[in-house]
């Protein structure tokens, strides 16, 4: 069972979520049970709205919550995997990066491509030098990395036999989806001008692996997105190869679905004309790599020796990334992956804490003998990895299995109500990785979150607009999505009422003609600066009865007392007046709505929830944890607003702002604001 602490929260002290069970009237059918929360609003599925508005906390300032605001670094004014990891990863960023990219707004988006930025202003180029010894590597051109942060950029995987590793081939693949399908959101002209020709190399880099012959493509040790499990192809001498490598021509399919689509969006159709073709080849020799059962293998020896056939005397284990990512990023189609799920669904092993796990059963073809860090269960050998669980719970949704989408948000918050967001799991995914830290956070760990906000429409960006496809379980007769998902410059709400096919949509209460049974299509040139997207699935239902249905509800908050301040934050008043002040100046200089206006208002968000946080400890409020664990975590919340202000400060008073007209006349409402309210 789920504690109280998520059931509810009480609305007189800074409630996010209220939630009311009164009858509702105008209903021909027995009453249901409403949901009112800050983030979503509904009706039916109690638990599923619940689920959803726990999920959309995990991503702003929160008083009970780890969230997304704790890994904010100032050193490169982005996010960092976490307080034991000072770094960026592709691989443990991915699921939640792409689950969450629609939500996001400023400052965060800023902060996301900073840390993006760490990879792609040190991409490979045949002559930069990585990191210091031992990952001095130089990497071929358009190679991004395993993981980086200022004047350090490891290109291979880092863990493991170096020696012996290739190239970070699915990490560059992936690097290449988030940044695209970034770019596809925000649409902003000058942002894919910059990039896409960083994209383009990415790209050049990978097709050097493809083999003309049957269009796969060739891998090395540890050259896999969850490295280093993968040991590529060993030889009949002992040496190890390259193989053929499934989940890298997933992730590059995926990739280039939305690299043509960047391609499109700027005008260069001889490149997007090039890439379909590179992709649609790539799609073709996929299929070389899949079961008579429909599900992929992990990889195929040249001599013909495939990896991953479950069952199989040898290499029968069952992969499941390949094969999660193929349904949640659609480069298969809707039946072959229901036959990929079936068979998911048919090894309970590979979901034992109903998390899943990468393998089952143990690898037999690790480059190292399973014992130790390598022992399954432990790491990349049948650890769990929440970057996973995003992809897994994105294909969840797009197949309807609510149930189990559900069950893996229940796991997550058994981790969360005791602030142990920690990646790996170990012991199959039931114990955290570094059980001797006081609390533990870790960026990846918001993935399934994430993945359960954008599960619920998915949000498939192209060049010419945006697609809804609604995945919500027949329980939920009612929901609205109180927050925006970004689509360029403009801003998009959602609500959807009853169940089954799509029937008839509303944009700001006008009839909308751009949809069929199952999807409903928005394109940029139409849709208005700020849409309300109202959905009828099915017969719908009466909206008259429903509470607050056209209004968004505000939730009862109380000012904290900043006389109260929190252990070691005794400068949080004057930090509070400062940045009130600069956000008044620059909203009198009509720049209310830039990113370091932004900026200033998370921080002091954060400060106040801070506040907010001690005001509720004191009440009994907060359900306690073990004394060192919980002066941790009250300690992350003081540490989060101090980084987001000095940060700030940082950013305003850098030299390099000194020549842009913009940042130079924040920087000067900075220093004015250094003083008393004029």
């Not at 350090?152 to 989806?177: N, P, S």
Request: include cysteine.
């Amino acid at each position: 069972m789920i504690s109280s602490l998520f059931r509810t929260f009480v609305g007189s002290v800074g409630v996010f979520c209220v939630i009311h069970s009164p009858p509702i009237v105008s209903l021909a059918k027995p009453a249901l049970d409403t949901f009112a929360g800050k983030h979503y609003r509904g009706v039916g599925d109690i638990e599923h709205l619940r689920f959803l508005e726990i999920s959309r906390r995990m991503f702003e300032p929160d008083p009970e919550l780890q969230n997304l605001t704790m890994l904010y670094e100032p050193k490169w004014n982005g996010f960092v995997e976490g307080p034991t990891w000072d770094a960026w990863w592709i691989q443990n960023s991915y699921g939640t990066t792409y689950s969450i990219l629609p939500f996001l707004q400023e400052p965060l988006t800023t902060f996301l491509q900073n840390s993006h930025d760490l990879w792609f202003d040190q991409m490979g180029d045949g002559k930069r030098v990585g990191a210091a010894a031992p990952f001095d590597w130089i990497a071929p051109d358009g190679c991004l990395c395993d993981a980086a942060r200022p004047g350090f950029i490891i290109y291979k995987q880092g863990d493991g036999r170096t020696a012996i590793h290739d190239w970070g081939m699915e990490f560059t693949a992936a690097g290449l989806l988030l940044q695209s399908e970034s770019l596809l959101i925000s649409r902003d002209a000058a942002m894919i001008g910059k990039y896409l020709p960083k994209l383009e190399r990415c790209a050049r880099f990978i097709e050097s692996r493809r083999d003309p012959k049957n269009n796969l493509f060739f891998a090395g040790p540890a050259a896999n997105l969850l490295a280093p499990s993968f040991a590529g192809w060993k030889k009949p001498d002992g040496s190890y190869d390259k193989s053929y490598l499934t989940g890298l021509s997933i992730t590059y399919i995926a990739a280039l679905d939305r690299l043509i689509e960047l391609e499109k969006l700027a005008g260069r159709t001889s490149q997007e004309a090039d890439y379909v073709r590179l992709r649609d080849t790539a799609k073709t020799g996929l299929q070389r790599l899949a079961t008579d059962e429909g599900y992929f293998i992990r990889s195929l020896d040249p001599d013909g020796v495939k990896h991953g056939v479950f069952g199989s005397a040898i290499h029968g284990y069952f992969e499941a990334s390949p094969n999660h990512d193929a349904i949640a990023f659609r480069v298969v189609d809707d039946a072959q992956a229901e036959r990929i799920m079936e068979k998911i669904e048919a090894i309970p092993e590979l979901r034992p804490y109903d998390f899943i796990l990468p393998n089952y059963p143990s690898y037999d073809d690790l480059y190292e003998e399973p014992v130790g860090l390598w022992s399954y269960g432990t790491w990349v050998n049948g650890g769990h990895w929440s970057t996973c669980e995003a992809r897994m719970i994105l294909a969840y949704y797009r197949l309807g299995k609510f149930e189990d989408a559900r069950r893996s948000i229940r796991r997550l918050h058994t981790f969360a109500e005791k602030f142990r967001m920690d990646n790996p799991l170990t012991h199959r995914g039931s114990q955290v990785y570094q059980p001797n830290q006081p609390v533990n956070l870790c960026y990846d760990t918001l993935g399934p979150a994430a993945a359960f906000l954008r599960g619920l429409f998915e949000y498939r960006y192209d060049a010419v607009g945006l697609t809804l496809v609604p995945h919500l379980p027949d329980t939920l007769v009612h929901m609205d999505q109180l927050d925006p998902v970004r689509f360029g410059t403009k801003q998009v709400l959602i609500s959807a009422i009853g169940q089954g096919p799509i029937t008839r949509v509303k944009m700001n209460g006008l009839r909308w003609k751009t949809f069929n049974a199952t999807s409903v299509f928005l394109p940029y040139d139409k849709t208005p600066p700020r849409a309300r997207v109202e959905i009828t699935l099915g017969k719908g239902l009466d909206r008259s009865g429903f509470p607050g249905s056209n209004k968004r509800s505000r939730p009862v908050i109380s000012a904290p007392d900043s006389s109260r301040m929190p252990m070691g934050s005794t400068n949080f008043n004057a930090m509070l007046g400062r940045l009130e002040r600069f956000i008044n100046a620059a909203g009198r200089a009509g720049l209310g709505h830039a990113y370091e206006t932004a900026h200033a208002r998370l921080a002091m968000q954060c400060i106040r929830t801070s506040q907010l946080r001690a005001e509720m400890r004191q009440c009994g409020l907060i359900k306690p944890l073990p004394p060192p664990s919980q002066q941790a975590a009250d300690q992350l919340y003081i540490d989060a607003a101090d980084r987001l202000f000095r940060g700030l400060e940082k950013y305003l008073t850098s030299p390099t702002n000194s020549t842009v007209p913009l940042k130079k006349k924040m920087a000067e409402l900075w220093i004015q604001s250094d003083g008393p309210q004029s």
